[in-house]
């Protein structure tokens, strides 16, 4: 179906759009490591989540309307900063350590400003008038990001992981393309079946007069 | 009659700093080094954000006694935390600062640091 499409251009425009500056998972992962998603690691996992079918005479015999939601989940992790050479040398002296560890960064300060940054970036690849059609080989309409979350940071942890989710929504049709059953030994698919019609005209009798119709298998 | 706070304060010593204690170095906000004998837990915790994807975390955890430390780590203090990277007395020391609020024991002597990661400053 045309979702599926639309699904794989988006995992192409998140990818061409990273430079580097996260990774794109095209389909929701099961589990997920706090340090999978360290700095550029972070990641945006993109996947079809739900989508409407308004009923419409329209429908009935022609394409039918498709309203799709994606949704987009971004997680980012952080250590926090500091002089680490410094805490660490032999040779350092107590006012040394003590400046190293005033200027610490914290990683939940950290984390927070990468979470925010990674949705700015993924808002302004995937709203960018470029991809108004979530193309190629599809236009889509009513592209539209409408709204963004993201979790508290996790208490515990040698990384500070921050979560967060944004939905997709477009519109776009689906044609009605017919799926071949398997047969009885559930092999292949069934082809489309020939009917030869006979007229019967039998003068013999009028009660067998009619249609005589014979499944001739496949073509 | 049996002095329990001794007695618990005796329990300490060989829980914490006994055959299974591992050498902890902390460094104060001041820059004063202290080293001590301390359990060291180096788990992996599961927790379920919102995604619906569980997330996995490494949540290495360090508990000292309190009278071993010339100087009681406080809430919002910048404090370092030098670890062996192994469970094993001679590990390479790994460097972590504490970040998350501390956790209890005041009443029978110990403290809890969970600790957090760093990464050199440019």
Same mark, same amino acid.
């Given at each position: 179906?045309?979702?599926?499409?639309?699904?794989?251009?988006?995992?192409?425009?998140?990818?061409?759009?990273?430079?580097?500056?996260? +990774?794109?998972?095209?389909?929701?992962?099961?589990?997920?490591?706090?340090?999978?998603?360290?700095? @550029?690691? +972070?990641?945006?996992?993109?996947?079809?989540?739900?989508?409407?079918?308004?009923?419409?005479?329209?429908?009935?015999?022609?394409?039918?309307?498709?309203?799709?939601?994606?949704?987009?989940?971004?997680?980012?992790?952080?250590?926090?900063?500091?002089?680490?050479?410094?805490?660490?040398?032999?040779?350092?002296?107590?006012?040394?350590?003590?400046?190293?560890?005033?200027?610490?960064?914290?990683?939940?300060?950290?984390?927070?400003?990468?979470?925010?940054?990674?949705?700015?970036?993924?808002?302004?690849?995937?709203?960018?008038?470029?991809? *108004?059609? *979530?193309?190629?080989?599809?236009?889509?309409?009513? +592209?539209?990001?409408?709204?963004?979350?993201?979790?508290?940071?996790?208490?515990?942890?040698?990384?500070?992981?921050?979560?967060?989710?944004?939905?997709?929504?477009?519109?776009?049709?689906?044609?009605?393309?017919?799926? !071949?059953?398997?047969?009885? @030994?559930?092999?292949?698919?069934?082809?489309?079946?020939?009917?030869?019609?006979?007229?019967?005209?039998?003068?013999?009798?009028?009660?067998?007069?009619?249609?005589?119709?014979?499944?001739?298998?496949?073509? | 009659?049996?002095?329990?706070?001794?007695?618990?304060?005796?329990?300490?010593?060989?829980?914490?700093?006994?055959?299974?204690?591992?050498?902890?170095? *902390?460094?104060?906000?001041? !820059?004063?080094?202290?080293?001590?004998?301390?359990?060291?837990?180096?788990?992996?915790?599961?927790?379920?954000?919102?995604?619906?994807?569980?997330?996995?975390?490494?949540?290495?955890?360090?508990?000292? +006694?309190?009278?071993?430390?010339?100087?009681?780590?406080?809430?919002?203090?910048?404090?370092?935390?030098?670890?062996?990277?192994?469970?094993?007395?001679?590990?390479?020391?790994?460097?972590?600062?504490?970040?998350?609020?501390?956790?209890?024991?005041?009443?029978?002597?110990?403290?809890? *640091?969970?600790?957090?990661?760093?990464?050199?400053?440019?």
């Amino acid at each position: 179906m045309n979702f599926q499409t639309i699904k794989a251009n988006l995992i192409t425009i998140l990818g061409t759009g990273a430079a580097g500056r996260y +990774r794109t998972v095209g389909y929701q992962r099961q589990r997920d490591s706090a340090k999978l998603n360290v700095d @550029d690691s +972070r990641s945006v996992q993109v996947f079809y989540t739900s989508g409407n079918f308004p009923k419409s005479g329209a429908g009935l015999r022609g394409p039918i309307r498709h309203e799709m939601t994606f949704r987009i989940e971004l997680i980012a992790s952080k250590a926090a900063v500091v002089d680490v050479a410094t805490l660490e040398s032999a040779t350092s002296t107590e006012a040394q350590k003590a400046t190293a560890l005033a200027a610490m960064q914290k990683a939940s300060s950290l984390a927070d400003d990468s979470i925010d940054e990674l949705f700015s970036i993924v808002y302004n690849v995937l709203m960018d008038n470029a991809e *108004l059609d *979530l193309g190629p080989g599809i236009v889509a309409a009513s +592209r539209w990001i409408g709204g963004f979350n993201k979790d508290a940071p996790h208490p515990r942890g040698d990384l500070v992981t921050m979560v967060g989710s944004a939905s997709l929504t477009c519109t776009y049709f689906e044609e009605i393309t017919g799926e !071949g059953a398997l047969n009885v @030994d559930g092999e292949g698919v069934i082809q489309p079946t020939t009917i030869d019609v006979d007229i019967v005209n039998d003068d013999d009798t009028d009660t067998k007069q009619g249609v005589q119709v014979t499944n001739a298998g496949p073509e | 009659m049996v002095d329990m706070r001794a007695l618990v304060e005796s329990d300490l010593e060989d829980l914490l700093e006994g055959d299974f204690g591992l050498p902890v170095t *902390l460094i104060s906000p001041a !820059g004063e080094s202290v080293t001590v004998m301390g359990q060291v837990a180096y788990d992996t915790r599961r927790y379920d954000p919102t995604t619906g994807a569980e997330m996995i975390i490494d949540t290495p955890v360090v508990t000292v +006694r309190r009278s071993s430390l010339p100087t009681i780590p406080a809430d919002g203090e910048n404090w370092s935390v030098r670890i062996p990277s192994t469970p094993t007395v001679t590990g390479e020391l790994e460097t972590y600062i504490v970040e998350t609020p501390l956790q209890g024991g005041r009443s029978y002597g110990w403290i809890t *640091l969970q600790l957090t990661k760093v990464s050199q400053s440019v």
